[in-house]
C-alpha cells in the first residue's frame, strides 16, 4: 500500500520526503508528480514503506503537521480511478444538446 501526502510546498524533493518519513521505518519508494507542461511539483507525492505499521505510524505523526511552511495532508493512498468520462450523461456531446431550435 502507499500513502498519498498532500498541499506539499513546491520546493519539497523525493530527497526531502525520504528523510521525513525514514524517522518512522524504512522508505520503500517516494513518488513525486511532475506536471507535464510546467515541469514543476504538483503538490502531492506518494511515499511507500516496507510494512503496514511503519506506513500507520508515519500517518498518524505527520497527518496535519506542518511542514515547510503547509499543514500535511497524510492519508493511505486510494487506487486511481480512470479519469475517461463515460459515454453516457453530463457532457457535451450530441445528445445533450438544447431542445431549443435556432
Known sequence: MSIYVGNLSYEVTSEDLNEVFAEYGTVSRVQVPMDRETGRMRGFAFVEMSSEAEEAAAIAALDGAE????????????????????????????????????
Not at 88 to 102: C, I, L, T
Open 67 to 102: 511542514w515547510m511552511g503547509r499543514d500535511l495532508k497524510v492519508n493511505k493512498a486510494k487506487p486511481r480511478e480512470d479519469n475517461k468520462r463515460s459515454s453516457g450523461g453530463g457532457g457535451w456531446g450530441e445528445n445533450n444538446r438544447s431542445s431549443r431550435r435556432y
